[in-house]
């Protein structure tokens, strides 16, 4: 099968590789859209060792069962494997399961392939009429749908919410996306790139601005830098929570005394549980989180390129999603 492999600090290459091969319980998938996310644009650029060369990347798919009972269907794919019995997996804590596995790290090749093999539970059947491509944007809405659930959670009740969203990259604008689908209807982005700025704006009716002003009951920090932690603790209303799903770098920026006399809650968010996962399909396909229609699609064997774009900056919408049989 044809793949995009990354060959080390931004070097990639289309190539022929050994095909897919499912194991016990386990269907192969035919990948039709898979999208680039932020943790392969870290393992790009050397920063991921959890990802190191040679390596697939790649875990925002869907695609079409080939062969066995289920030949044919159409599923998006939830890439955490876990293990199903520990504590964690029985709490419906998927996500924190100490043996978890995620495609695009060893020992799982990831879907920037033309086949991925998964597991039965990690299988979402999608309806006709919903493109595959919609489909595969399950998983980063995902990863917001389980930040933006443990924030309002986390709400004394009766509040009434204002939010920030730090990042208009696709985690950033899920996140605004999933607030006003749980009923949080006065959002802000901060988003510094002025060609995205524009496209959140124009094309997604998004309110954006280049810096964070107020106070806000919730912040969702999705870049995760030491400069946006010190936005998202700067602007926490009192008695308010940050929702933390970026990783941009390990230390730094968080106002811990303002935060500590002001009660603010930090709540450090990873991926998504099972549940969250489903949620978020059903919501898409059900139209509660809008048009969907704000990513770019290119093929696999451009994967290098947009890499490259992705990298310059030259690209206005949040999502890239390459097909791979284009």
């Known amino acids: 099968m044809k793949a995009l492999v990354y060959d080390g600090v931004e070097q ?67 890439p ?21 596995q995620i495609i695009s790290m060893p020992p799982r090749e990831g879907a920037f392939a033309q086949y991925v093999a998964m597991p039965e539970a990690n299988l979402v059947k999608v309806p006709e009429g919903v493109p595959l491509a919609k489909a595969a944007l399950a998983e980063p809405l995902a990863v917001s749908w389980h930040a933006v659930r443990l924030a309002v959670e986390s ?105 500590t006399l002001q009660e603010i809650r930090f709540i450090g968010t990873y991926t998504y549980t099972a549940q969250d996962f489903r949620d978020t399909a059903h919501a898409i396909f059900d139209g509660r989180l809008g048009a969907l229609d704000w990513f770019e699609e290119r093929p696999l064997a451009d994967g290098f390129e947009a890499f490259q774009n992705l990298r310059a900056g030259a690209v206005s919408a949040p999502k890239i999603v390459l097909t791979p049989w284009a």
């Open 12 to 78: 990639m290459g289309y190539r022929d590789v050994p095909d897919a091969a499912p194991r016990a319980g386990e269907h192969l998938i035919r990948v039709e859209a898979v999208g680039i996310c932020g943790s392969d644009m870290h393992a790009y650029l050397g920063h991921d060792a959890r990802r190191p060369a040679p390596l697939i990347l790649g875990h925002e798919a869907a695609g079409v069962i080939v062969g066995g009972a289920r030949d044919g269907s159409r599923v998006t794919i939830n």
């Open 80 to 100: 955490l494997v876990c293990c199903g019995t520990c504590a964690a997996c029985r709490a419906g804590r998927e996500n924190i399961c100490p043996d978890r």
């Open 155 to 259: 709400l004394h009740p009766g509040v009434e919410a204002r939010a920030l969203v730090i990042g208009g990259g696709a985690i950033g604008l899920a996140a605004a996306l999933v607030l006003k689908a749980m009923g949080v209807e006065d959002v802000v982005i901060t988003e510094p790139n002025e060609m995205r700025r524009a496209y959140l704006q124009d094309r997604c009716g998004q309110h954006v601005v280049v810096r964070a002003e107020g106070l806000h009951e919730v912040v969702i920090d999705a870049v995760g830098y030491a400069a946006t932690r010190a936005v998202a603790s700067d602007h926490a209303a009192p008695g308010g929570v940050i929702a933390h799903v970026g990783l941009g770098e390990d230390r730094g920026g968080l106002d811990i005394r303002r935060m």
